[in-house]
T-cell receptor, first 112, second 112 residues
Framework: SAVISQKPSRDICQRGTSLTIQCQVD?????MFWYRQQPGQSLTLIAT?????????ESGFVIDKFPISRPNLTFSTLTVSNMSPEDSSIYLC?????????FGPGTRLTVL | TQLLEQSPQFLSIQEGENLTVYCNSS?????LQWYRQEPGEGPVLLVT?????EVKKLKRLTFQFGDARKDSSLHITAAQPGDTGLYLC????????????FGAGTQVVVTP
């Protein structure tokens, strides 16, 4: 297993601005993922954060809107760019070990 | 369209009652995970099942993986208010590079 922390835990942002969310894992992991979740609903995978190469995005998500960095095996960032109220959601990162994933506590984003 | 169909969507029961949550698919999974998520937190991994027909028990929780590895169930005996939460099943397909397919989730409310 792994302990995963995220910063910030929540934020309220203005339309048109950008927010970068940080994810730190307490051990080296091969796979890191970013998800979006509406309260009470399931998780939607945004992208797989690859160390040393560009992230792999799922259908409906693009790098210009959600740039991701993965500078090493314990850290990743997700930026939500040019935000609109539709981006209000919970953003979660996870660390993958074989077929299991362990999640951070999430970042609750509200865009006004 | 969800690859994993989870039912029911919502379950409200009294303390002491039993409940079962189902997760079904037409696809075969190499493994299947169950998570529980409480408000303001990330999903917490409860169990991973990998062998067709496998049954795992975690105190009052019983998890079963179908013989064909296409479906799973979670049964809670004598539910307690602390069992309240969003239950999510997630499956890993062969050659999925660690990516999980999540069900829509079941919101369970156990009242005293």
């Amino acid at each position: 297993s792994a302990v995963i922390s995220q910063k910030p835990s929540r934020d309220i942002c203005q339309r048109g601005t950008s927010l970068t969310i940080q994810c730190q894992v307490d051990s080296q992991v091969t796979m890191m993922f970013w998800y979006r979740q509406q309260p009470g609903q399931s998780l939607t995978l945004i992208a797989t954060a690859n160390q040393g190469s560009e992230a792999t995005y799922e259908s409906g998500f693009v790098i210009d809107k959600f740039p991701i960095s993965r500078p090493n095996l314990t850290f990743s960032t997700l930026t939500v760019s040019n935000m609109s109220p539709e981006d209000s959601s919970i953003y979660l990162c996870s660390a993958g070990f074989l077929n299991e994933q362990f999640f951070g506590p999430g970042t609750r984003l509200t865009v006004l | 369209t969800q690859l994993l169909e989870q039912s029911p969507q919502f379950l409200s029961i009294q303390e002491g009652e039993n409940l079962t949550v189902y997760c079904n698919s037409s696809s075969v999974f190499s493994s299947l995970q169950w998570y529980r998520q409480e408000p303001g937190e990330g999903p917490v991994l409860l169990v991973t099942v990998v062998t067709g027909g496998e049954v795992k028990k975690l105190k009052r929780l019983t998890f079963q993986f179908g013989d064909a590895r296409k479906d799973s169930s979670l049964h809670i005996t004598a539910a307690q208010p602390g069992d309240t939460g969003l239950y999510l099943c997630a499956g890993a397909q062969v050659d999925s590079w660690g990516k999980l397919q999540f069900g829509a989730g079941t919101q369970v409310v156990v009242t005293p």
